[in-house]
């Protein structure tokens, strides 16, 4: 073990001992052009990168948020007649009348699905995200494909006589979709200055999976089987599993990206991956060890040592779940209960009901053309000219950067949610338009504000509570459900309005997130004087005032 040798002189900031000698080193958190270099010679080339990064862009956006399509696909189960026996004879005219029959059992059955398996996606993200961080992606894409599988699988083999594989069925294909995802935006981290692009890029992509089931419902109306539709999507894991081996890390990838960095299986030759390069080598042998004379630079907004519960018990992270879940609550009832509302707006009319369907799964797919706006505010710092920020003025600026787009996203949802209170059918269009732009900023914008705010090795685990804390709060769904079902007579007017009330609480985190940043900022003494070493950044308890 090498001796504290007391602080070095400031002249010797980013130099290493390399045997009785010194070696200028990269600081920790900066992206120099050497170790971009570097990846481009020894590591992982540029081809095989992007490789990585359409074909993760391709997974998100066929596979992982499919459920999220679930109104088209009711569409299709109530044309199969499954949950038909819910359905009851009526003589009162209603908006629930199919041929005579009063449906809305049917219709909260339904409902039900939806609200477990989207349930599920979240709320499975926390312990999934403990595997991630845990043993690894090779591990957790695993676990994600045997999950997703299986879903498909006993969606394929479910029958009217047995709808309830539906309930298992959503489920799995909600955690197997979410876990696919998650070990995917790590991608971001081997395009340095992209990478919240890139992350909200996949959640982008993963909102317009939902047009999966789109192209379910019509290909049923061209006469392929639903069975036949979903054995074709259980033999894609192959493909999945070709991609974890060849085109993803059997660990995580690092942040910032170190030379020479490699991933998937390699020839024998080589080694399988920087970390794993570096453990065969001795400290003679590939080169000297190095020491860095100063302790690294914390990146993420935080000290190395900080521990998960000092951030999960942050103020900053407690209102980030508040503002992700009352938007996330608005979201999945507009998805939960988009079939009984136009059937209720548009009076029974089958046709109609059909075609509001299809132009609903349709903006679907422009969630990946609009996530990446979300990106571009968050990185918009990073664009300019001048010199960059490196270290912890880095991540401070990122976190500043994440406060416009928190704004913005609870202004669309606003919008969003006041459109959908119209009681007017064609001003649907407006609101489904509105509700793709929304969610896509909001997902992408959950994900990179975790990333910029709290440590990356504790980005898996912080996501997945943050995804299933806010499942509790997606719970009121189905009692919001049952009451425009019942007391409401299947009117959501009055509900709507109660959530744009509900809405308008997540303005209160990015109003946290400012205070945070002048908090730092104080702290790291901007206040005209340069700084001569990174002062302490660890997370706060204390409530903002």
């Not at 189960?77 to 029959?101: M, V």
């Not at 707006?345 to 109609?352: I, N, P, R, Y």
Request: hydrophobic share 45%.
């Amino acid at each position: 073990m090498r001796k504290d040798r007391g602080p070095w002189p400031r002249g010797l900031r980013g130099w290493a001992r390399r045997g009785r000698g010194l070696v200028k080193t990269p600081q920790a958190g900066a992206r120099p052009v050497a170790a971009w270099a570097g990846a481009m010679a020894g590591g992982a080339g540029l081809a095989k990168r992007l490789g990585t990064l359409l074909s993760g862009l391709l997974e998100c956006g066929a596979f992982c948020g499919i459920i999220f399509g679930w109104a088209s696909l009711v569409f299709v189960l109530k044309d199969l007649g499954y949950f038909e026996g819910l359905c009851q004879p009526s003589t009162t005219p209603g908006p629930n009348l199919t041929l005579g029959s009063d449906c809305s059992g049917q219709d909260e059955q339904f409902s039900l699905v939806f609200t477990i398996g989207s349930f599920m996606n979240n709320f499975m993200t926390f312990p999934m995200g403990v595997v991630f961080d845990r043993f690894g992606t090779t591990a957790a894409r695993l676990i994600a494909i045997s999950l997703y599988t299986g879903g498909t699988l006993l969606v394929a083999f479910s029958t009217p006589e047995l709808a309830v594989l539906l309930f298992p069925a959503m489920s799995m294909l909600s955690v197997g979709g979410i876990l696919l995802i998650l070990t995917n935006m790590q991608v971001g981290n081997l395009f340095g200055n992209y990478r919240s692009i890139i992350i909200t890029l996949y959640n982008g992509a993963f909102d317009s999976s939902s047009a999966i089931f789109l192209i379910v419902k019509l290909l049923y109306e061209q006469g392929l089987s639903l069975r036949a539709m979903f054995l074709f999507l259980a033999a894609c894991s192959a493909w999945h599993l070709l991609r974890t081996l060849f085109l993803m890390p059997r660990s995580r990838i690092p942040y910032p990206l170190p030379p020479d960095y490699n991933y998937g299986l390699q020839c024998r030759s080589r080694s399988r991956s920087y970390r794993a390069h570096k453990d065969k080598q001795t400290p003679g042998e590939a080169g000297p060890e190095e020491t860095p004379l100063e302790p690294p630079i914390a990146r993420g907004g935080d000290t190395p040592g900080t521990p998960f519960r000092a951030c999960a018990c942050s103020w900053l992270f407690a209102w980030h779940v508040a503002w992700l879940s009352v938007m996330q609550l608005r979201h999945y009832l507009f998805i939960g209960t988009l079939n009984p509302q136009l059937e209720h707006l548009a009076h029974g009319d089958h046709a109609l009901v059909s075609t509001y369907t299809n132009a609903f799964a349709f903006t679907q797919l422009c969630g990946v053309l609009c996530a990446p706006w979300n990106g571009l505010i968050l990185d918009r710092h990073k664009r300019g000219k001048g010199p960059r920020p490196e270290g912890t003025l880095a991540a401070l600026a990122d976190l500043r950067s994440a406060v416009l787009s928190l704004v913005v996203t609870v202004a669309l949802c606003l919008l969003f949610s006041v459109l959908a209170a119209v009681p007017v059918l064609p001003a649907q269009f407006g609101t489904f338009v509105l509700q793709v732009i929304s969610r896509s900023f909001l997902y992408g914008g959950n994900a990179a504000f975790l990333a910029i705010a709290f440590p990356p090795q504790h980005f898996g685990k912080l996501y997945g509570l943050a995804m299933a804390l806010s499942a509790l709060v997606a719970l009121l769904q189905y009692p919001c459900v049952a009451l425009v079902q019942g007391p409401l007579q299947g009117d959501p007017f009055y509900m709507n309005l109660g959530l744009i009330t509900v809405v308008l609480v997540a303005f209160v985190s990015p109003v946290v997130v400012a205070r945070e940043c002048q908090r730092r900022a104080k702290e790291l003494g901007m206040a005209g004087t340069p700084l001569a070493s990174p002062p302490s950044t660890e997370i706060h308890d204390e409530t903002p005032h």
